[in-house]
């Protein structure tokens, strides 16, 4: 028997939660750069929307002590890996290809750890959409609304023309994709820094928190019997396929609609979410790679994150994802309307001051504060008999975990 030495192809282990339509698609794109390079796309793909059981498995796997070369790991969760010592270093590639004069200072601080890159960016999510599906709002004479009056004006018009006026998942990480989309909308930018990324106590009590719990609660009404446990992406089916009118939900939204063959400013429409169109929630997704014993392995990570931040495949992954290239100044001509919009509203919202970090998609603050927050939101949502009042007294609490 013979023993083949000369592995040349390193094999790249990368956990993600990308498995719907349009992010499988996406997906896929990375796995063709990857392996353009000689290295073998090992898949570690664990569905669930946002990721959280994408990342009850990787601490499995980091515990046992056997982590995957790369891992879809965002936001301040990478300073918490960081602080487990597991994460290794990527400043050899950044330098090389000079990421530091190419991404934006806040994706730039967000991927060091003490200083290093332990994590390579990949797109700009905006989270504060509303999906519209235009045929189903004509039928009421109505037009994409943007404040809050039209939208429930436009919902009770649908419900009485036997319209499901939203789709609606009822999962943890749904429910405070859309609270915090309405507390952005009935808040305004200032409110939403106080309460999810401040964690203000007096603002989470608040009187205006009562009338975002309100509104969020208003919403519930318009939605079906069966969306509670539904995935993201089959509500989005829903908007596509004229089952339900209109969807909140980040970007990553747009890749259903274009796997299912549909077109921007036809088939649906992208509006900022009602009172948000000044306002932009970012939700970066990125790679942190883990240190790991096989050398080979190690140049399979350097191609990778090489891969992930280069300008070829920041327009092919995102022209899929829905989402944006983080690159600055990347070049936004092969993109929609919608995608166009959203690198126009990051770079005006950059300067205005009124682009805020996505609370529910790991952006904000620490991931305990976070699952305490969630909790709260979905207990309000489910359970009829919370007032608002108490909600908002429960948030404050939450809001002091760690
Ligand atoms: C991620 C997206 C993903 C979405 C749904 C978000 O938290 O940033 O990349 O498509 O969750 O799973």
Request: charged fraction near 20%; aromatic fraction near 10%; include cysteine.
């Amino acid at each position: 028997m013979t023993v083949a030495f000369a592995a040349n192809a390193a094999e790249v282990e990368v956990l993600h939660w990308w498995t719907s339509g349009g992010e499988a698609k996406a997906a896929g794109e990375l796995k063709k750069m990857l392996e353009a390079k000689g290295d073998k796309w090992k898949d570690f793909a664990v569905a669930g929307g946002a990721g959280e059981n994408a990342m009850t498995a990787l601490k499995t796997r980091v515990v046992s002590g056997n982590p995957p070369a790369a891992a879809q790991i965002k936001g301040p969760a990478i300073q918490e890996w960081g602080d487990e010592g597991v994460l290794t270093s990527l400043d050899d590639v950044a330098k090389a290809d000079g990421w530091d004069k190419v991404l934006p200072g806040v994706v730039i601080n967000t991927m060091k750890y003490k200083g290093h890159y332990v994590a390579a960016p990949v797109n700009v999510h905006r989270v504060n959409w509303l999906w519209v599906n235009p045929e189903l709002l004509k039928k009421v004479g109505a037009k994409a609304p943007t404040t809050w009056d039209a939208f429930f004006k436009t919902a009770e018009a649908l419900q009485k023309a036997g319209i499901q006026p939203v789709a609606y998942g009822g999962q943890p990480w749904q429910d405070a994709t859309v609270f915090e989309t309405v507390l952005l909308g009935v808040g305004g930018v200032d409110f939403y820094k106080k309460t999810l990324v401040n964690l203000d106590q007096g603002a989470l009590k608040s009187a205006t928190m009562v009338k975002v719990l309100e509104t969020y609660k208003k919403i519930k009404p318009l939605t079906d019997k069966n969306s509670a446990g539904r995935e993201w992406n089959l509500a989005t089916s829903m908007v596509i396929n004229g089952k339900a009118a209109m969807q909140f939900m980040g970007d990553w939204a747009k890749g259903e609609f274009l796997a299912a063959g549909k077109v921007p400013g036809k088939d649906f429409l992208c509006v900022a979410a009602p009172g948000t169109a000044n306002a932009y929630t970012f939700n970066i997704d990125s790679f942190a790679m883990f240190k790991l014993s096989n050398k080979d392995a190690e140049k399979g990570q350097k191609d990778l994150a090489s891969v992930l931040v280069s300008p070829q495949f920041q327009e092919i992954f995102n022209l899929n994802k829905g989402s944006i290239p983080v690159r600055l100044g990347a070049d936004m001509s092969k993109f929609d309307e919608c995608g166009k919009q959203s690198a126009k509203d990051f770079a005006a919202d950059s300067k205005s001051g009124t682009l805020v970090p996505s609370f529910a998609h790991g952006m904000a603050v620490h991931s305990a504060t976070q699952g305490a927050i969630y909790d709260v939101v979905s207990q309000f949502w489910n359970d009829d008999n919370m007032t608002a009042k108490a909600a908002a007294e429960k948030l404050a609490v939450a809001a002091k975990t760690m």
